[in-house]
């Protein structure tokens, strides 16, 4: 068979963000250097990895990103705090939608090979914030024999893709666990166990902060929900209510669907075409 391309399609295949993730032993000898259970622990519950990507992929994510993601593909979500229904002040943009998205989340996946996990790609702009909330959610995991199972957020880990970014741009990561706050700074992962209290401040100016965000999952209810208004240990005297612009109604993204009992990454774009697969830790081909 000979199958049309077109000049997106070839520049896709061929851009090096997604040459270098979807060669398996590339991708599997640089994040084999990351033990993110021992990072956490080391750290008391966070983490802070700079230079996390080799610095040409993550230049080339960065570009990738920027050019790549139509605004229509971006979901806008706002929201004002509602403490009854676990949700908390926030406004930003999100997406799943992008033509990289299977790449680039399976290249996160391996800081907890064979773990559920959900991600994202965030962009705030002017005025965008998270309130402080502790990341406590649970989340419906859609099995691929349509059983649906309940899952708790265990790890979160968020990496940015901000170059020049300062202090006077706003966007910062405040962990209100310590009091520090952490420049979006570009390649630049921090990651923490769940509950963990932080915020984001609001951006300050019209540029795009843009970041990778999710979370890895633990079957069950492993924690209560925080419904009673419990205050983070470091408040700083931050007004997150100036950040939050109206938002125009969002529609809640359908749950993750993933593997039941085999763990498998495919490298393949095309589902439909030959593929490669991690299973238990070997690489075979399906």
């Known amino acids: 068979w000979i199958l049309f391309e077109s000049r997106s399609d070839i520049f896709m295949r061929k851009h090096p963000f997604l040459k270098w993730a979807n060669n398996f032993e590339s991708v599997s000898s640089w994040m084999d250097k990351y033990d993110l259970h ?122 940015y893709l901000n170059k020049g970014w300062t202090n006077q741009d706003g966007g910062l990561f405040q962990d209100l666990e310590t009091g520090e706050e952490y420049l979006p700074a570009f390649n630049r992962l921090v990651a923490f166990t769940i509950p963990h209290w932080h915020a984001v401040t609001a951006v300050n100016n019209n540029k795009s902060r843009l970041s990778v965000f999710g979370w890895f999952l633990g079957e069950g209810k492993l924690y209560d929900l925080n419904l009673g208004g419990a205050k983070p240990p470091n408040l700083p005297k931050t007004n997150y209510a100036d950040g939050n612009p109206k938002a125009p109604r969002s529609t809640p993204a359908p749950p993750p669907k993933l593997k039941k009992k085999r763990k498998i990454a495919d490298v393949g774009e095309n589902p439909q075409k030959q593929h490669k697969a991690i299973v238990k830790g070997k690489l075979v081909v399906e």
């Open 38 to 159: 021992q990072l956490l622990e080391d750290g008391g519950g966070f983490a802070k990895i700079d230079n996390f990507l080799p610095q040409d992929i993550a230049e080339n994510l960065c570009n990738l990103l920027n050019g790549q993601i139509p605004q229509q593909n971006w979901n806008y979500t706002a929201a004002k705090d509602d403490l009854k229904n676990n949700n908390i002040a926030h406004a930003f943009w999100s997406t799943k939608k992008f033509s990289c998205a299977e790449a680039l989340f399976r290249v996160f996946s391996m800081l907890q090979p064979g773990v559920e996990h959900t991600f994202s790609v965030a962009k705030y702009t002017n005025k965008h914030f998270i309130a402080p909330h502790d990341d406590r959610a649970y989340t419906d995991v859609e099995f691929e024999d349509g059983s649906l199972h309940l899952f708790s957020r265990t790890i979160a880990v968020v990496y």
